[in-house]
C-alpha cells in the first residue's frame, strides 16, 4: 500500500495552504494511483478515471476494492481489475 503521510501531502502537494478538511484530503490514507484512463459507469453516468489521478484505498476484501476520489467519486472494481489499473502511490521522504 503506499501510505501518505500527512505532513509530507502538506508540504509538498498542498504547498501550506491546508484548510483542515481532512475527510477530503489525501494526508494520512493508503493512496493508489491509476495506471491508465478508463470509463466506468452507466450510460449517460460514464466517467472517466484518468491516468496519473489518485484515490484513497476504503475498503477491500477477497473479490472486490472500495476506492475513493478526491472528487467524492467511489469505484467498486474487481480485485484483478484494481490491481491491472492501480499501482501504490510512493512518496520521497
Do not use: Q
Not at 495552504?17 to 491508465?36: A, L, P, R
Not at 475498503?59 to 481489475?81: A, C, K, P, Q, T
Amino acid at each position: 500500500m503506499g501510505y501518505v503521510p500527512c505532513e509530507w501531502y502538506y508540504e509538498n502537494i498542498l504547498g501550506d495552504s491546508c484548510d483542515m478538511k481532512c475527510d477530503e484530503c489525501f494526508g494520512d490514507k493508503n493512496i493508489y494511483v491509476c495506471k491508465s484512463s478508463f470509463e466506468t459507469g452507466d450510460a449517460p453516468e460514464m466517467i472517466t478515471i484518468k491516468k496519473g489521478s489518485w484515490w484513497e484505498l476504503k475498503f477491500m476484501n477477497y473479490d472486490h476494492v472500495l476506492l475513493s476520489g478526491i472528487d467524492n467519486h467511489e469505484l467498486i472494481l474487481e480485485r484483478d481489475f484494481f490491481y491491472s489499473n492501480f499501482e501504490s502511490f510512493i512518496y520521497n521522504k
